[in-house]
Each structure stands twice: as structure tokens, then as C-alpha cells.
Nanobody, 116 residues
Framework: QVQLVESGGGLVQPGGSLRLSCQVS????????MGWYRQSPGKQRELVTS???????NAADFVKGRFSISRDNVKNTVYLQMNSLKSEDTAVYYC??????????WGQGTQVTVSS
């Protein structure tokens, strides 16, 4: 059974930082493109950033220079480091794993709220 479990969300003040974790089980995450998505109320889910099995990263313009994705293949975990957080970053953040021919998996999400 494949599971992606996000953690690390919470309430943070504008300008603060958070690190989200996505613990993966049931698949070898290093063989997948891993991504972080987010969804705010009334909006569609959107890609934040991703990392391929080869280590190539991609990030949305709205987080470039502030957020970064990394992976620990030994721990089978993917991280999202979020710095200089803004109120508009408030959303539920989801971890995603995808590999051609192998499936598309989602975590349950973790809430990030940026507010003073």
C-alpha cells in the first residue's frame, strides 16, 4: 500500500519559515518525480515545486527564491523548505508522487497558515 504522509504545517507569521516533510512508504520515492502542490479555498490545486528522479527541480514563479524542494532517499522522504512566507502562501499543501506506468499518488495534505 502506497502512503504519502505530510507533516510540518502550522501557523507562522509573515516572513517566517516552515519545513514540510512527506514521508513515503510503499514505493521508492527516488524513482518518482516528487512534487508539492497547494490548494487555497475556492482555487484549483497548483504545482509549487517538483524534483525528478534525476534531481532536476522545477518551481512555480511565485515561489522561486523562497521555497526549495529536497529529498532524502535513505529516509524515503521529500521536504519543502519555505522561507519568507506571505499571507498568500496560506493553503493546504499536498505531496505527490508520479512515475510513468507506475501510478500517481497523493498525500492527505497539511495546512499552512501565514498570518500575524
Amino acid at each position: 500500500q502506497v502512503q504519502l504522509v505530510e507533516s510540518g504545517g502550522g501557523l507562522v507569521q509573515p516572513g517566517g519559515s516552515l519545513r514540510l516533510s512527506c514521508q513515503v512508504s510503499g514505493i521508492i520515492s527516488s524513482m518518482y518525480t516528487m512534487g508539492w502542490y497547494r490548494q487555497s479555498p475556492g482555487k484549483q490545486r497548483e504545482l509549487v515545486t517538483s524534483i525528478t528522479s534525476g534531481g532536476r527541480t522545477n518551481a512555480a514563479d511565485f515561489v522561486k527564491g523562497r521555497f526549495s524542494i529536497s529529498r532524502d532517499n535513505v529516509k524515503n522522504t521529500v521536504y519543502l523548505q519555505m522561507n519568507s512566507l506571505k499571507s498568500e502562501d496560506t493553503a493546504v499543501y499536498y505531496c505527490n508522487a508520479v512515475r510513468a506506468g507506475s501510478g500517481w499518488y497523493w498525500g492527505q495534505g497539511t495546512q499552512v497558515t501565514v498570518s500575524s
